[in-house]
Each structure stands twice: as C-alpha cells, then as structure tokens.
Nanobody
Framework: QVQLVESGGGLVQPGGSLRLSCAAS????????MGWYRQAPGKQRELVAV???????NYADSVKGRFTISRDNAKNTVNLQMNSLKPEDTAVYYC?????????????WGQGTQVTVSS
C-alpha cells in the first residue's frame, strides 16, 4: 500500500510564495521520478515540474525561474517552492510519485491541494 499526502496549499497575493510538500508512505519500495501537476478550472491537467531519481529537473515554461522542485529521498518527499506567484498559477496541484514494484513502474497521485493567487 502506498499513500501520498499533500500539504501547503492556500490563498496568497500575487507576488507571494507558497511551498507544497508531498510525502509518500507505505511498504518498502523504490521511488523513481517525482513530480507536480496542476489543473485549473475548465482546463486540462498540465505538468508543472518533474525530478528524476538522479536529481535532474524539468519545468513547464510558464513556471521556469519561479518554481523549484526538490526531493528528500530519506523522507520520501517531493517539494515545490513557488515564488512570484501569479493569478494564472491558481489551480489544484497534484503530486505524483513513480514507484517500482515487482519490476513494474506504478504512478501514484496525491489528493490535490488548492492554490489560489488573488488580491
């Protein structure tokens, strides 16, 4: 059994910052890539950032220079530091964790956390 618990969402003013966190728990497993996605009302879910097991990161063009993804392998967590937030960043943010189980990669999702950027 694997569970992902997200935290850190909320309401902030434009230009403000938030830090999202996602912690994986459950049986012993091997974590590969971890990432963050978001979905705004009426829009498709989109990739925000990913980080590989080796620490390589990739970001959506819309968040480059503002967001930073990181991971703590000892704690099985992935974080997203969001700075210089804009109203268009408003969305439900979901973390994802790719876990190797029985030689097969499974993608697990967090429950989602609301981020609202508004004055």
């Amino acid at each position: 059994q694997v569970q992902l618990v997200e935290s850190g969402g909320g309401l902030v003013q434009p230009g403000g910052s938030l830090r999202l966190s996602c912690a994986a728990s459950g049986s012993i497993f091997t974590i590969n890539a971890m990432g963050w996605y978001r979905q705004a009302p009426g829009k498709q879910r989109e990739l925000v950032a990913v980080i590989t097991s080796g620490g390589t990161t990739n970001y959506a063009d819309s968040v480059k220079g503002r967001f930073t993804i990181s991971r703590d392998n000892a704690k099985n967590t992935v974080n997203l530091q969001m700075n210089s937030l804009k109203p268009e960043d408003t969305a439900v943010y979901y973390c994802s964790v790719d876990i190797l189980q029985y030689s097969y990669s499974y993608r697990y999702w967090g429950q989602g956390t609301q981020v609202t950027v508004s004055s």
